[in-house]
């Protein structure tokens, strides 16, 4: 079968003809209907090098956002689980007997050090291809749902969807602003996800103007970026600052103008992670103000994002693309070129 395969650091994936896989037991095997490229497939072949934290031992298919059809059950692997329906996938796979994976937090696995890879695409063989595997636990029913335009939730919608539930507290109540920062896939779907969920007056801001225009599309507040970025975002509060704000890129700019942004007692979540830094001071920093990150988020996060999904509160925007194009995806995600989330389609139906 083809795959989109990263074959070592500093160097771009190749597609290639891979065997097709075995699903072991308590898994399944997915005919993969969509695979989502995603930035952080660009660090994996691009920024990481061999030993360093984070760094996932190559070779490996990529593709961590995936969905698809069952295609067979593994050993031991519920009849619940129907072959032939469509399904989305839960990527982090932690060590299943800790605390945090048994409340279904698999991101933030107590024994990740010692485990041999992350999440599918990240470690172990994703779904950048025609077939993969995938633990019977990991899957979420689409129903008649398009898998297709559904496989952004898996990491574009979890990841949004985590880091605001986390963050509702502070926007409960009127008069509230939220700031997102980065109106990429994640920063679109956030959007979607804060006027959803929340009263609050929504402040989007990015470099790109048609991106900014999407996000007026979706009920948001627009600013530009530039030198007076954070004071167009304290004038549209009266002055008062954000009360929430998620920072969707997390480079040194992007961190700045959040932290800037910031009412006292706001929550502030860098979950970008272009490797941006913040000096705290005393003096500078607005009081009781958070500052925290999140990653990912749970197996059950992904069933509310996949409900919010079929109400029609969150749609991705998708550009597909052929199996053969594949890394052309990765070539336009790359070049900044990519509005939305490019999902490759490796099975037609």
Not at 120 to 141: I, N, Q
Not at 194 to 219: F, H, Q
Request: glycine share 12%; with cysteine.
């Amino acid at each position: 079968m083809r795959a989109v395969v990263f074959e070592d650091y500093k160097q771009f994936p190749s597609l290639t003809e891979v065997p097709k896989p075995e699903p072991g037991p308590g898994e399944v095997l997915l005919r993969v209907a969509g695979a989502g490229a995603c930035h952080s497939d660009i660090s994996v072949y691009r920024v990481f090098e061999e030993g360093q934290p984070g760094a996932q031992k190559p070779p490996f298919v990529l593709g961590h956002e995936n969905a698809g059809w069952v295609e067979a059950l593994g050993p031991g692997v519920s009849e619940r689980v129907e072959v032939g329906a469509a399904y989305l996938v839960y990527g982090p796979i932690g060590c299943w007997h800790c605390r945090q994976c048994a409340q279904g937090v698999e991101t933030y696995c107590e024994n990740a050090a010692s485990l041999p890879y992350l999440a599918v695409g990240l470690g172990r063989d994703g779904g950048m291809a025609e077939y993969m595997t995938v633990p019977a636990r990991h899957l979420v029913p689409l129903g008649d749902a398009d898998p297709v335009a559904a496989a952004p939730l898996a990491d574009a919608g979890l990841t949004p969807y985590h880091a605001i539930k986390e963050a509702l507290p502070y926007l409960a109540g009127g008069g509230r602003y939220a700031l997102a920062i980065g109106l990429g896939g994640l920063g679109l779907i956030g959007v979607q996800i804060l006027r959803a969920l929340t009263g609050a007056t929504v402040i989007a801001t990015d470099v790109k103007e048609d991106a900014r225009a999407r996000a007026e599309a979706e009920g948001a507040i627009t600013v530009g970026a530039g030198e007076d970025q954070v004071e167009k975002i304290r004038a549209l509060t009266g002055g008062h600052g954000v009360d929430a704000a998620f920072d969707f890129v997390g480079a040194a700019p992007t961190v700045s103008a959040a932290a800037a942004s910031m009412a006292q007692g706001g929550r502030c979540t860098i979950v970008g992670i272009a490797g941006g830094t913040h000096e705290f001071s005393f003096f500078t920093n607005p009081y009781e103000t958070h500052m925290t990150n999140t990653y990912w988020g749970s197996v059950a996060e992904l069933w509310e994002v996949v409900e919010m999904y079929k109400a029609g509160q969150i749609r991705p925007d998708v550009e597909r693309f052929a199996m053969d194009d594949a890394l052309e995806a990765y070539r336009k995600l790359e070049a900044g070129e990519v509005n939305g989330r490019a999902v490759v389609t490796p099975n037609p139906s």
